[in-house]
């Protein structure tokens, strides 16, 4: 089977199966990272009522056609899970509400700018990518055409350490239209005046 039909195949396969099946983030024993887990679920569980949420919203604004606009809400809804598992139980649990309320509805703003922007020909093949970089890496997720196996668009989490103020968590994302050499702010968000666990932790 090639690639590309294949690749179309399991989108279509997970838009059809949207919010039938949740696997579990991770599987440990450790009763601190069960609570971590717990909390996890929790966290995920508040996303998915605000995922359903913003669907709704989408469904009852979008002037897309109606393919489109659903292409662009499963991809959202995929870059909120990558945030969530990108920032890890430890970071959520104490960042959540500063998450949920001002980063991931930016996040969202503008994620539907570049796919609105982006031609209806190409929008199809755009993607986003699974693996957040885990400890200290920046990279939460990148958009990209599958086709191409070119990126569009990439979103990164970089921890700033102001002197006296302590830990902040900057949002941001590079293009490549301007060869991802620019920095176009999402949010800040603060952490504590101690050193944030890695990401994913």
Known sequence: MKLWLRKIAVVFIAILTFGMYIPPAYINTDTEKNEEAISLKSASENVATQTLEVREEAEADITLGSDEGLFITTLTEKAREQMITKLGPRIVNQVEDDILSTILPSIEDVLQTILTEAEQD???????????SEGFGERIFNIYDYRTNKTVAKFHVR?????????W?????HLSTDGFEEHH????IYWDKNIPPKWMA
């Open 169 to 173: 968590f900057n949002f941001h994302y």
């Open 185 to 188: 702010e999402i949010g800040e």
């Open 159 to 167: 921890r700033d350490n102001r002197p006296l103020e302590g830990y």
């Open 122 to 132: 190409t929008l199809q093949y755009y993607s986003i990518t699974e693996n957040p």
